[in-house]
């Protein structure tokens, strides 16, 4: 993992407790017990409860002795008027513990509830770069697909219904205090979400590996999911062998960490404003995306190249264009086999606003870190090369 810009010398690397196993949702209850909770608040979707995990996780909570207030008022792309109201629900309960369980909708909205309740004010007020205050309370959280990352990171991201667009909270303090992994509950995940949630994290994956701010540590993270991803995608979404899941599920912690640590870059830069105009799949667009950032970004990363090729299972001799041409035909024929979307136009997006997502894209904080700072019209040609 030899590369001149990773380096030991100056790197913080932050990550939450983890527990990751088969069956261990079961240590549910006494995650939130021993972060000094008595009273949960615990947050998910209906598909979670008709999948039956809800009540799997709900007898492991009472279990060990706690009250649960259960709170589902969450959708895909979750929205400002979500969050606040769970942190209504939470003060009205007087529940002293949140936890997150489910896609990255409903542990996004657990960290929104969680910044609200300890410090007021609406979700806008948050949203940038270290803007909260005051500390969060105990926050555990489990991710059912194999492709957030919020169970590690310092982001949160949530939907402003207002002005149509997507807010991305950045903090050290949203990093919660457990990240609990049971790969079992993939199994209920649909073929599309295992697909989707998969390219979310082969993005974050990729983006912490080119990130400016990437270091030996998050470089690490990121080719480990680069190569589980590799191996697994496309025979998880045909067979769903749960040794194929649970490589998924790990992937998705270890891009997690990844880039937690190293931050993201244009395809994420691009998918916020995305997300938040069309209420779209966010693993969907970053599908799209992904290859004409890549195709974008491979010029000036020449000296990561070899660790790339060998991430995609790869062995390559030759010149930056030979291993370039062969990455990106990988990527390619795994997006295919996967059946993963790949154009914006059959995702919703309108060829017309273009150019208005580029132009909110600059502003989203994840551009900060890619590896080539685009402008306006450079946003533009991967937008038009994508639809
Ligand atoms: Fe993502």
Sequence with gaps: MGNSRSNLHHCKFEVPE??????????????????GGHKVFL??????????????ALKHLIDAGLEVIFYNNITSNP?????????????????????????????????????????????????????????????????TTCGTGSDVSQFAVINDTENKCKLTIMSRCVAPDISL??????????????????????????????????TSLTDVHAIKALRLISA????????????????????????????SNSLLGIVHALAHPIGGLYDANHGGINAVLLPEVLR????????KLPDLAWGFGHRVDGNSGAISEVV??????????????????????????????????????????SPRQAN????????????
């Excluded at 400002?80 to 949140?98: F, K, L, N, Q």
């Excluded at 979307?341 to 060829?351: E, M, Y």
């Excluded at 273009?354 to 600059?362: G, H, I, K, Y």
Aim: net charge negative; aromatic share 4%.
């Design 18 to 35: 983890i527990i990751f196993g088969r069956g261990l949702l079961s240590q549910i209850g006494s995650c939130a017990r021993r972060l």
């Design 43 to 56: 947050v998910s979707d209906q598909g979670l409860v008709n999948a039956g995990w809800v009540d799997k």
């Design 79 to 143: 929205k400002d008027v979500e969050v606040e109201s769970g942190a209504i629900e939470y003060i009205r309960h007087g529940a002293d513990v949140i936890v997150g369980l489910g896609g990255g909708s409903s542990l996004d909205a657990a960290k929104g509830i969680a910044i609200l309740v300890s410090n007021g004010g609406r979700i806008r007020d948050f949203e940038g770069h270290d803007k909260i205050v005051r500390p969060l309370p105990p926050l555990v959280l489990c991710p």
């Design 181 to 214: 992994t049971d790969p079992d509950t993939l199994e209920t995940l649909p073929d599309e979400f295992v697909c989707t949630t998969s390219t979310d994290a082969l993005s974050h994956a990729l983006e912490a590996f080119f990130s400016v701010a990437s």
């Design 232 to 259: 697994s995608l496309v025979p998880a979404v045909k067979e769903r062998h749960p040794d194929d899941l649970e490589n998924l599920a790990r992937a998705s912690l270890h891009a997690g960490m990844a880039f």
């Design 296 to 303: 974008y970004d491979l010029p000036v990363v020449a000296e």
């Design 328 to 369: 990106q035909e990988t990527l390619d024929t795994m997006l295919d086999a996967a059946g993963a979307p790949r154009s914006l136009k059959s995702l919703g997006v309108r060829r017309e606003d273009l150019p208005e997502l580029a132009q909110r894209a600059l502003k989203d904080v994840c551009i900060l870190t």
């Design 376 to 387: 306006a019209q450079e946003l533009l040609t991967i937008l038009e090369r994508a639809y």
